[in-house]
């Protein structure tokens, strides 16, 4: 029936066909009506009207037939024609105007190939490719359509191979969860650069994808290479193609997209960038499915190998991390580099590090020039970049960073390789400086303490940062390691400070002191073993020599005994400073409220001495280690630290100085602490013993001797103390109290004043001449005291006198058995005293001296007569009243308002006599003595004196403690003072009277 039909209707059966999807009868009709059904037409109306959904395997064997023209010679079935019997023939003329049938070209898509304008069936594949991922989504039913054409169609397999494949398995093998949303026509239409991002965005995203890296690369980016349109044509000679700049014009866009991607990814996941180079060998390593094969001239290779080696390289400067993977993973990269291109080979990283390579002949001059920073920063993938150009000098460059970033990162100071390159292409001092004192205090921080093989490959180490290993480097060109521009002697030292600083003595010895070359001359190296020593010592918490930092501090000084001697001057100093140190540990010290003391305090301290003052203050009764204390401001001064700058070296005279002003401002201090603890005796005993005669030179200054004899000389004791005046008024002193010397007294508060005085009277011979007028004002307050203690004294010995005349008389009276009136006798008792008469009281006086006259001389009337006599030689003191009385106000008063007593000589003259002569060759203590005449009140002497004519026998037998007191006190004065104000001492042949 369908042989009847016109080809109108033929035509219009056959798109009823395609629309259907019934493809036999479609191929019957092709195969009887090829005259009308053209092989074009049948393939409009194939791309036109044959559903998109429509497995590709049905209808791909009638596409192959309308190719070849060739169909099966198998009995076709019969076609029903139904759909169009009924139709006129202008009717199916009309509706086969209206079928708008596709072109094979597409005028909004993309521009057919130039080998594929007038092949039909490519047309209609390239299209129909297109139409059933746009319409359909059917991705997957594309390779069964374009597969069996691939031989005779170019252009489909070109995109089978260079778009639908890695699309196919970007979106439904490698990476379903995340497809890409473009359509077939649409991705091929994409620049480059968002091609590439697209492919590999999911690549390596998670950890668990770092192991299919090389895979995406292969399987993806590699048949998306072969595409004709990712080359430029024309621009296959490489070496034609580069202008002056260093810039080359691209032959492969893609590729060259894909190389910014992995060193983008150095910069910001270096783990993919170090998987994708291990795990592919560049543009020869693709995957086409068994579709394709690659088809490089040799040039193009060329360009790709070259160019994939020198991003692999440029990515190892831009790893950002400072880990050791991220180290051992840039050194894998450029392993692969020499293989790459044929380099010679590099050892594997572990055995670079176990024995560091020398790079003697390895690394060119124009590698380590200082205008390669700027290649080390900018375009890392220009061909003219000499640092990730592809060649043995660049790649020896490259590993000796990278190996110098490990020795770093792995020692604790964490270095990225592009920080490494800086280092030796600036050549910056201060900072290589500052990064090997870095490096070395880490080491010394975090390096083992025991282990000495550690410590030997840490220092070879650090040398070889210096110099890489290239021994031969001119006097002019310093060496090009890290440390290229560090002095050796610095590095040595800052060695040798960590081997010390981790007690490995014996090491260090045998290196710097036993070792057959002498790393370090013989000054520098005393110098650095005492800044050791000194740095151990501040860093110590515990004042103690025994324990912690001191002890170590001390075995550094004794590390190098054949360099540290014992005659070394700082050795002295250190052994010094350890003793004071060691000496505040056996006192509770606190400087600050909260902080204990540690010992560098003392080092840094402006002014040391004082902080023995802090110990006077919390350790109670410390002041009574005198002599302990002394030793420790001594020592402080040996060890240098009472200079005002503490480089400055002493000589032995000036040293001798400062010790000596120590020790005398640690005794004043002692004084002071007594005296605030009120151990009045104590401070006494100091200022009598402890401090110093007058400076034998005027230019010595001592500010705190006379001072603290001056505080001892104002002390009053507290209210309740036995010795405060106000509570011995009432103090009831027996006649059969004996003294113990010349002004010595029984009563504690005359007593008192007698030592007060005498720290006054040390106070004047010690101080300035300026000083005088405050210590003499001090001095006559003092006296003053004394006479109204005297005078009580005085009042209550004559209480006692009378009362023993009294009693005398009783006993006298009952004896001849005679009593008074009015008076009871009790036997067994004392009889009751009569009142006493003026009358009778002189009798009395006269009776008892003529009765004591026969007694022989006790030590009592021994000492008062020596008094008497003594008493004279205040007449000294009338020249020492006329000179002080214009430039010492009060010392006049002090000097002639001492006589308030008297005394008494012996009963007859012959013990007079002797008194006197006792007196007058007497001296006093402050070692001047004389008898001449002065113009002081003197009452009580006077009377003295006329006892020896007629005078009365109460007067001649008693002596007054006022007396005793005064001639002390007065002699000390006149010792003491006599030599400041000039006062004559009275000389031997002066009369006597």
Known sequence: MALLLSPAKLVLLAVHCAVNSDIDSLTTLAARHGTVLRKD????????????TLPSSQYVGLVDQIESGVFPDTPNPEVDCSPVEDLTEDAAAKKVRKLRLLPLVSPEGPQAPENAANDALSLFLLRRSYKVDEEAGLLDELPALLLPFVDNSPCARVLLVSTILPLLRRNCEYHPQEPISYTLQGFQQLPDRVAVNLLLAQTGNRETDLPYVGRDLRGLIGPWLSGERRWKQGTHDTRSSEDPSGAVEELCPGWDELLCWLTTQASRNWQVTVSAVQQWDGPDDADFGGWGSVELSDDQRDYLERSYAQAALASAYLVPDTSLQALDGAYSMIVRVTKFRDLEPIFPLASSLAELPSLTGRV??????????AHLRNQLLALSNPLTSPTDGSVAFLQALILSAHILTKAGCPCTIRRAGELALLRDEREQRAEAAKLIHAISNNGPKTDDVFWRKARDEILWLRDWGIASWSPEDPPCGIFGQVKQDFLEVEILRALLANTRYELARSIYEDGPDQPLERKLLQDTIYAAAMTAYDNASNPNRTRGGLKKCNDIMKALPATIGVSYPQARQVEALLRATHSLSEYRLVLKQGEPFTPVVLRIHADPISIIGKILEQNPKSYTQLHDLVSVGTHMVEAGLTRAQHKITLTPEQEATHRLTAQQRVTAMCIDAALKEDDFETAYSYVVNRLPTPPEKENEKDDHSWRAA?????????????????????????????????????????????QRIDCLATALRIAPP????EIANAFRRAEEELDVLARED????????????????????HGHGHGHPGTQTVPGAFDTPAPVRGGSGKAATAAAAAEEEAAPMSLFDLSRASVLSAQRNLSALSGLQRSASAGLGGLGRLAGGGGGGGGGGGSHSGGRGAGARAGAG????????????????????????????AGSAEEERRVRKRDQLREAAMGTLVSGVGWLVGAPAPGPAQSRE
């Open 770 to 773: 300026h000083t005088l007028q």
């Open 794 to 813: 005085d009042a209550q010995a004559d209480a006692w006198d009378a009362r023993g005349e009294l009693l005398r008389r009783a006993r006298h009276g």
């Open 41 to 52: 037409l049948l393939l409009r109306i194939l791309l036109t009207y044959l559903p998109e």
């Open 710 to 754: 001056l505080q001892a000389g104002r002390y009053r004791p507290p209210p309740n103390s036995p010795t405060n005046p106000s509570t011995t008024t009432t103090t009831t002193t027996t006649p059969t109290t004996i003294a113990s010397g010349l002004g010595g007294s029984a009563n504690p508060a005359v007593r008192h004043l007698e």
């Open 364 to 373: 060119p001059d124009d590698i380590v020039s200082t205008r390669n920073t």
């Open 922 to 949: 007497t001296t006093s203590p402050g070692g001047d003595g004389g008898d001449g005449r002065g113009s002081m009140d003197m009452r009580p002497l006077s009377a003295a004196g006329s006892a020896m004519s």
